[in-house]
């Protein structure tokens, strides 16, 4: 089995932080690799009026991608999928020979609620949860998280990650990174309009 890590967001843009903090995953859980899967549009963001489009997305995201066991995909597109739930199950049916977990970031975590089929997806794959600077409180005091407490994993467990039952949730702490995509929009909103390369996404910093 191929163990795959799942990263989804919008990428608006991708930045040294997500390389970072997927790296630092990857060897957490021993993965084999982790997909970046750039949606086509949050059913959460809907009308963000700063949100480039998916092709410069996209290719922000296979830039900062490049030469790591990373792939940047918009798989969402060919699943005909907008929610995470239906995604996740698609997967886990087109590619019986991988193991996938979810990972997501302690901020997404606050609003893990509102996803649709919340729970539903907990019980399909693990989660793993990245600590934000700013978040940590917010998070543990999530409405997901009232449920989602007595499924934690310790830690130190995560590279057992494939064994465990489900649902299975694992609070992941590594060196916070300071780089966000709101920080790149605000210095350089026309960063889409300009081809990507990974000298110009490793550039772009707070």
């Given at each position: 089995?191929?163990?795959?890590?799942?990263?989804?967001?919008?990428?608006?843009?991708?930045?040294?932080?997500?390389?970072?903090?997927?790296?630092?995953?990857?060897?957490?859980?021993?993965?084999?690799?982790?997909?970046?899967?750039?949606?086509?549009?949050?059913?959460?963001?809907?009308?963000?009026?700063?949100?480039?489009?998916?092709?410069?997305?996209?290719?922000?995201?296979?830039?900062?991608?490049?030469r790591a066991p990373?792939?940047?995909?918009?798989?969402?597109?060919?699943?005909?999928?907008?929610?995470?739930?239906?995604?996740?199950?698609?997967?886990?049916?087109?590619?019986?020979?991988?193991?996938?977990v979810w990972i997501?970031?302690?901020?997404?975590?606050?609003?893990?609620?509102?996803?649709?089929?919340?729970?539903?997806?907990?019980?399909?794959?693990?989660?793993?949860?990245?600590?934000?600077?700013?978040?940590?409180?917010?998070?543990?005091?999530?409405?997901?998280?009232?449920?989602?407490?007595?499924?934690?994993?310790?830690?130190?467990?995560?590279?057992?990650?494939?064994?465990?039952?489900?649902?299975?949730?694992v609070l992941l702490?590594?060196?916070?990174?300071?780089?966000?995509?709101?920080?790149?929009?605000?210095?350089?909103?026309?960063?889409?309009?300009?081809?990507?390369?990974?000298?110009?996404?490793?550039?772009?910093?707070?």
């Amino acid at each position: 089995m191929t163990t795959t890590g799942l990263l989804g967001g919008s990428f608006n843009p991708a930045h040294c932080g997500h390389r970072s903090i997927t790296l630092a995953v990857i060897a957490a859980l021993e993965l084999d690799e982790a997909w970046w899967m750039v949606s086509p549009g949050n059913p959460l963001k809907v009308g963000a009026s700063d949100m480039a489009p998916l092709a410069a997305r996209l290719a922000s995201a296979r830039a900062m991608a490049r030469r790591a066991p990373i792939r940047a995909t918009a798989i969402e597109t060919r699943l005909h999928t907008r929610y995470t739930i239906d995604t996740i199950r698609k997967l886990v049916r087109k590619y019986p020979k991988r193991r996938f977990v979810w990972i997501m970031g302690a901020d997404n975590l606050g609003q893990f609620h509102r996803w649709r089929d919340w729970r539903k997806i907990a019980r399909e794959v693990p989660i793993a949860v990245v600590a934000r600077p700013g978040y940590e409180a917010q998070a543990h005091a999530a409405t997901a998280m009232g449920w989602l407490r007595r499924f934690i994993r310790p830690a130190r467990q995560a590279k057992s990650w494939t064994k465990w039952s489900l649902p299975a949730i694992v609070l992941l702490r590594f060196r916070p990174d300071p780089n966000s995509a709101t920080a790149v929009r605000r210095a350089d909103p026309a960063w889409h309009t300009r081809p990507a390369s990974p000298v110009t996404a490793r550039t772009t910093r707070t």
